[in-house]
């Protein structure tokens, strides 16, 4: 992973819903993603309790099976751990895939799949979602076929998504759009597929994190959306032109063609997710999931952080993003990995993912890609502290200081993210 300086990367964070002419959108919602509030006695208790009889699971699986088998944990809707274990013949082939939950003690088996010589799988680390992507290698392209498997907990077993089911459902496929029934009817069975593709397309969410001085600071999951873009090039609402951010990746510009500009329907979707500048051209909205628990935009984040165009220009600090998923880890690793959770429960998907990576890494490596895991305000008053007396910032520009008495106003915040952006927002 590139080390990507601050101001640069939430350049491309931001661009969305900061462009010129562009009213501003609600900065936060209601909406939950994590349940990461302070937990009661009693959920400790029951955490605990289920880590122990998952620990003690796994080690009966491990000794009774001849082969290799792998563990990792993700979070249900209370935030309580769910098992996941992975058999295999070698350490190469995955065979079986086994969700197993725990109530009194007992560990049950959710669901089962038994699948044939998978390369290889990446846990979605959503909360209250059970998913899991599985992959193949294909000899004939030399790259991966991927398929997912979502818990059902209605049919109380695994719903199966193979390589072709959006090309059946024909979302993306400009032919299944040959009136305006079809356009909406598609889009809203779309959005009941929504969690299906962020699994399958599995770089859609990711954990964004500041970085300095060797220490990492979390600060959300950032949705990058696309299935939007997508959508609309399929209908015929965009123009083949396309612009992306050269680091991230992020669309930052897209054209509406001349056959949608009238439309309602297209025209409500761009309200909702798009930001359009002067020129008429759109920028993809990202939704940023913060860890209490809402959901926001780049403009709400920096109102939440309270992040200043001082700590924007400090060089020291960068961004990094981390995938949104999770490895299975074997054998000991695996082993202080589910002791670890017994006495450290983790309540977030980001704080499953640095447990996991702890022990999927070496220490010298762990140390590398993230250091000490800090909070936001601790890494930029310590960034603060160590930078240089001048400070790089845009001459025309007045520095906005914050002082820790003064909750920053929705205008100073908006005033802040378009400096970061680059934009001047009215």
Known sequence: MKKRILCAIVSAIM??????GCGSKETTSNKTVENVSDKSDKTEEKYAERMEAYLDYFQSEEKDYDGVVGAAITLDSDSLPLLWLTYAESKGRVNRIQLCSCENDKVNILAEKKIEGAS????????????????YHDEETDGDDATVLIYDSEEQDFKFY??????????????????????????????????????????????????AQGKTAYLGIMD??????????????????????????????????????????????LDEH??????GNYSLDLTIH????????????????????????NKEISTEHYNYNESFLIDKNAEAFLRNLIKHPAYSAF??????????????????VYGDIVEVKELLKDAADNKDNSVDLTESTESIKREDSTEISKET??????????????
Do not use: H
């Open 15 to 20: 661009a969305v819903g900061m462009m010129t």
């Open 120 to 135: 290889g799988c990446n846990l979605y680390l959503g909360v209250g979602t059970a998913g899991i992507q599985v992959y």
């Open 162 to 211: 193979d390589t072709d089911y959006f090309e059946d459902k024909g979302y993306f496929d400009s032919s299944s759009y040959k009136n305006e029934d079809d356009i909406e009817n598609n889009y809203k069975a779309m959005m009941k597929d929504l969690e299906t593709y962020r699994i399958y397309n599995n770089n859609q969410l990711m954990f964004w994190a500041l970085r």
């Open 224 to 269: 990058r959306n696309e299935i939007y873009i997508d959508y609309l090039k399929a209908i015929g609402a965009l123009d083949d032109s396309i612009e992306r951010d050269d680091i991230s990746g992020i669309v930052t510009g897209v054209k509406l063609t001349d056959k949608y500009k009238d439309n309602k329907f297209v025209n409500d979707i």
């Open 274 to 279: 798009f930001s359009k500048d002067e020129s």
């Open 290 to 313: 913060l860890p209490d628990g809402t959901e926001t935009s780049a403009e709400g984040m920096v109102k939440y952080y309270g992040i200043t165009e001082d700590e924007v220009a």
């Open 351 to 368: 704080d499953i993912k640095i447990l996991n990576e702890k022990e999927n890494r070496t220490e010298e490596d762990f140390k590398s």
């Open 413 to 426: 915040a908006a005033v802040i993210a378009s400096n970061i952006t680059g934009f001047i927002k009215k």
